[in-house]
């Protein structure tokens, strides 16, 4: 009896645990192609504003968001556990922003606190 | 049992595991080859399926543990090669999925800009080893010895 269950637990309890490590990576590859990674700039009092609206239903924890110019300057913003429906900012004054051609923008964190991810935004061209 | 007669017995369960096996392999590389890869490309744009540039010293020898451990079933030789043959399994989806991390490169975002992203998956490689892989390895061992315990 026992020799013809023990294939069947150890498949059950191998089951319900990628279940429950797959559903975090499954809720955020769904929700994020789903616009909720929003990245939104807005120019205020002479700043660039950089905000990262987080939309995904499992929390990213230890989330970095960071911005890199090909002149070598770096900005970067962080949150312990950025939760559904919060946002990370960043403020670049545009006087830092002279002469830059390409931007770098990354968020990286980990998923659920399980899947360490990161996303990476390269945009060259920028004048002015 | 005659040497000739063994022989010609050993030959035959080598034949139809051969032939076994050959069928197992049409399968495998319809599922990993073609299934696989294509359902992977429809779910992550800009993936490139590393399983179709093939990995033959691993699929090879998959298949001749596989058809080596079915004619020698009830010999001890029978479980060493199925772990071995499963362990293979491992390294093959390892090697195809990407070692640790999948990793999607140069998406273009529009307006000139790329996307690139990262997913380390070592978590669930490790669940898939400890949870499946090994209970799975440890059941063959047990059921060859408890198999052998009950005929003597």
Redesign the interface.
């Known amino acids: 009896m026992a020799r013809a269950l023990l294939p069947f637990l150890s498949t059950a309890v191998g089951m319900l645990l990628l279940l429950q490590a797959g559903y975090p990576l499954y809720a955020f590859a769904v929700d994020s192609m789903n616009g909720g990674l929003n990245v939104m700039y807005t120019i205020e009092d002479n700043k660039l504003v950089v905000i990262l609206e987080y939309g995904v239903r499992v929390p990213l924890k230890e989330a970095v968001l960071k911005l890199t110019t090909d002149t070598g300057k770096e900005w970067s913003s962080s949150d312990p556990s950025l939760e559904p429906g919060e946002k990370l900012v960043l403020e670049i004054p545009l006087s830092e922003l002279e002469d830059v051609e390409e931007v770098t923008l990354s968020i990286e964190g980990s998923i659920a606190g399980i899947y360490k991810a990161g996303l990476q935004i390269n945009a060259g061209g920028i004048q002015g | 049992m005659k040497p000739e007669k063994e022989v010609a017995e050993w030959l035959k369960r080598f034949a139809s595991a051969a032939i076994l096996g050959a069928i197992e392999f049409a399968i495998f590389i319809v599922l990993f080859y073609w299934l696989l890869p294509y359902v992977i490309q429809q779910l992550v744009p800009g993936y490139e399926p590393v399983a179709r540039q093939g990995y033959p010293v691993i699929v090879v020898s998959m298949l001749l543990l596989s058809i080596t451990a079915r004619a020698l079933r009830g010999t001890i030789l029978n479980p060493i090669f199925r772990s071995a043959m499963i362990l293979l399994g491992l390294i093959l989806s390892v090697s195809i999925v990407g070692i640790g991390e999948l990793k999607v490169e140069g998406i273009d975002?529009g307006?000139?800009?790329?996307?690139?992203?990262?997913?380390?998956?070592t978590?669930?490689y490790e669940?898939?080893f400890l949870?499946?892989i090994l209970?799975?390895i440890a059941?063959i061992f047990?059921?060859y010895f408890?198999g052998e315990a009950e005929k003597s």
């Not at chain 2, 307006?111 to 998956?121: K, S, V």
Request: no cysteine; charged share 5%.
């Open positions: 975002a307006g000139g800009a790329t996307l690139n992203f990262y997913i380390d998956l978590p669930l669940i898939i949870f499946m209970p799975t059941f047990i059921n408890l």
